[in-house]
């Protein structure tokens, strides 16, 4: 009995120093070794054995990790109290500068947060503080870099979660933004009636300007018509060697339609009055030709009666 009680002693003391010596350090870890309270080594992944009761291991997470920096109240340069909040994404880079340089890791990037997003608000105004996010979350990412790089980390990313300014000024931004939008919307307005009477007024006068040629055209194609129509005539008539005669008929006929008109009064031109004087020759012209005309069969019969 005594033997199996010992026995069992021993495998219990086995199996408290196989529990206080082997360590399994996972693969996003490293093992901070300590004998005697004095660092040793580093362990990566896998299986560790250390000495029980002498050495310890301190385990660090070597995976990125969030921040969050609690919401505060920062007055803006132009004196205007906004309520600020962000997060803040860092990687341990030492395993032993995080262990050994700094107590509490997150309360320290978190004040260092908060000290360096009060800078920053307070050296802008309420609008640019709004508008200026991308700037803000460089600025402090850079500036916590810089200072937690003694810590063994680095800051990948500050994202900016809110700014909001009080109540009232947010009901006055709304006020600004909408009669903003209601201007806006009159000048497009005013600039489209605009638009519309200028296309409205080109387009009468791109219409104005097609019935002119138009009639220019009708005009210019008639006249190029009557023009070639009295060249024609002129030509033919020369061409034709017309006798006085011809000539004084063609005139008479011309006063017979120009007589016939419903007009009370016509107006004859200056030289009419040597034409009328000539007309009595012409008559006794045309008896001649007439009598003569009519002379010759007689002649012809008498011929042949005499042959």
Known sequence: MEIIGLFIVLLILVLILAARGIKIVRPWQKGLIERLGKYQRTAGSGLTI?????????????????VDVPPQGVITKDNVVVEVDAVVYYEVTDPLKVTYNVANFYIAATKLAQTNLRNLIGDLALDESLTSREVI???????????????????????????????????????????????????????????????????????????????????????????????????????????????????????????DGKATKIFLPLETSGILGSIGGIAELLKEKTTAARLEPTRQDEGMQQG
């Not at 250390?50 to 969030?66: A, H, N, T």
């Not at 220019?216 to 129509?229: N, S, W």
């Not at 034709?240 to 011309?254: Q, S, V």
Request: no cysteine; net charge neutral; charged share 35%.
């Open 50 to 66: 250390i000495l029980p009761f002498l050495e310890r291991m301190i385990k660090v997470d070597m995976r990125e990790q969030v």
């Open 137 to 259: 979350n460089t600025k402090l990412r850079t500036v916590l870099d810089d200072a937690t790089d003694k810590w063994g980390t680095k800051v990948t990313r500050v994202e900016l979660q809110r700014i909001e300014p009080p109540q009232d000024v947010t009901d006055a931004m709304h006020r600004q933004m909408k009669a903003e939008r209601e201007r806006r919307a009159m000048i497009l307005e005013a600039e489209g009636h605009k638009q519309s009477a200028i296309l409205k007024a080109e387009g009468q006068a791109e219409a104005i300007k097609k019935v002119a040629d138009a009639d220019k055209y009708q005009k210019l194609t008639v006249a190029k018509g009557e023009a070639e129509a009295i060249s024609t005539v002129y030509g033919a008539i020369h061409e034709g060697r017309p006798t006085n005669d011809l000539i004084a008929i063609k005139y008479l006929e011309t006063l017979e339609k120009v007589a």
